[in-house]
């Protein structure tokens, strides 16, 4: 009997975490797609499709089709693409690097792939705005937030408006 509810605790344990999982993933996708609207975009990245770029996260990606299935940013209909690696990388107006890649150590080739481009990074691991990205989700207290980097938007011709920047949990001018 003692065995049955340990195994019955552990796996209730394992079933909330992952749940847990699946709301950041959702909370995730929807604070990305709300970040469209706070970011001063040139007029370069108004024109075609809005493309959200996503390395290794296909929860993530599906999540973010889900909740834009329809869905424009002006007159721009917004399409999610999934890349599996680094060199799978195209144009994009976000690209959202999952922190199972290892942003910090591969910050110079994104930054290449996207070079000349109107491009927002938004990555989830930690140290990652001081190699470049522009948003970097973090988990602070067990909540979820997000910092921002308006000097790395800057070089990528973006900006932020001061509403995102109230939001966020730490900046880096």
């Not at 990305?32 to 996260?57: H, M, S």
């Not at 834009?68 to 940013?73: L, Q, T």
Request: charged share 20%.
């Amino acid at each position: 009997m003692r065995r049955i509810l340990i195994v019955v605790v552990v796996l209730l344990n394992v079933g909330m975490v992952k749940a847990q999982d699946a709301n950041i993933e959702k909370y995730k996708s929807l604070f990305t797609l709300n970040f469209i609207r706070y970011v001063n975009w040139p007029e370069a990245a108004k024109q075609g499709d809005f493309v959200i770029g996503v390395v290794k996260n296909a929860s993530l990606a599906n999540n973010l089709r889900k909740n834009s299935e329809g869905k424009k940013f002006g007159y721009q209909d917004i399409v999610v693409k999934e890349f599996k690696n680094i060199e799978n990388v195209t144009d994009c107006q976000i690209l959202y690097v999952s922190g199972t890649y290892y942003y910090q150590k591969n910050a110079p080739v994104f930054a290449s792939k996207l070079k000349n481009k109107n491009s927002l990074i938004i990555t989830e691991s930690n140290g990652a705005i001081e190699k470049g990205s522009m948003i970097n989700f973090v988990i602070v207290d067990n909540k979820l937030k997000f910092e921002l980097s308006e000097q790395n938007a800057k070089k990528f011709g973006l900006g932020f408006s001061n509403s995102l920047t109230a939001m966020a949990s730490a900046i880096t001018k």
